[in-house]
């Protein structure tokens, strides 16, 4: 079973508390889910290989770990997107991919309309991105998408999840580590909507509403 980390951090708590008030405006909205974006970034990593590089300080020569994987962050469209400033502010090498889904209204079933990647995806650890874990429907096929292409190691980063979408991913993609800033342990509402939630991230980033 993959890992669900969910932060207890009390700068993310704080921020969390901004985010959620739906007196936040949209300017103050989307630098809250890009600092949260960055705090889950350094969890998120806590684990990823080292390898030995040697270097020359101003002293002498000596051995230090580096990071010997290239990574991927890959927002889901469009509110994805609002994590990924937070997270290259700690990775600036990491390429940026995108993937947009829109669920067909015939077959319900997720249909990919965007999809832009770096050509070795494959050989990166990839962070995918998506500030809201509600049904996790299109976690689970950009997910699906993204092991069609060939890549291994994923890690799925949200701000907010609820169980519905926690427990479809695990079950789905068993290999997939969840970290989420906040989860929130209800049932979604009739709108599908996390309860109590931050309302529509993509709106409130965008300013849509
Ligand atoms: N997407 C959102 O933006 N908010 C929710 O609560 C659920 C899905």
Redesign the pocket.
């Known amino acids: 079973m993959s890992k669900l980390f969910v932060s207890t951090h009390p700068l993310i708590s704080h921020k969390m508390a901004m985010l959620r008030n739906k007196d936040t405006g949209a300017k103050e909205f989307r630098e809250l889910i890009s600092e949260v974006a960055t705090l889950l970034c350094y969890e998120a990593t806590r684990d990823v290989p080292l390898c030995d590089c040697e270097i020359t300080t101003p002293i002498t020569t000596t051995t230090c770990k580096v990071i010997s994987t290239g990574f991927a962050v890959v927002p889901i469209l469009r509110?994805g997107i609002g994590m990924v400033d937070g997270m290259l502010s700690l990775m600036p090498t990491a390429k940026v991919g995108h993937i947009g889904l829109y669920r067909d209204p015939e077959t319900l079933e997720p249909v990919e309309y965007y999809c832009k990647l770096p050509a070795d995806i494959a050989e990166r650890k990839v962070f995918l991105t998506d500030?809201?874990l509600?049904t996790g429907g299109t976690a689970d096929a950009a997910i699906g998408f993204l092991k069609d292409k060939g890549v291994k190691d994923i890690t799925l980063l949200c701000v907010l999840s609820a169980p519905e979408g926690v427990e479809r991913v695990q079950k789905a993609h068993p290999d997939v580590d969840i970290y989420t800033a906040a989860y929130d342990d209800n049932p979604l509402n009739d709108h599908?909507?996390?309860v109590p939630?931050?309302?529509?991230?993509?709106d409130r980033i965008f300013g849509t509403k």
């Open positions: 509110a500030p809201m509600a599908g909507y996390i939630g931050l309302g529509d991230a993509g």
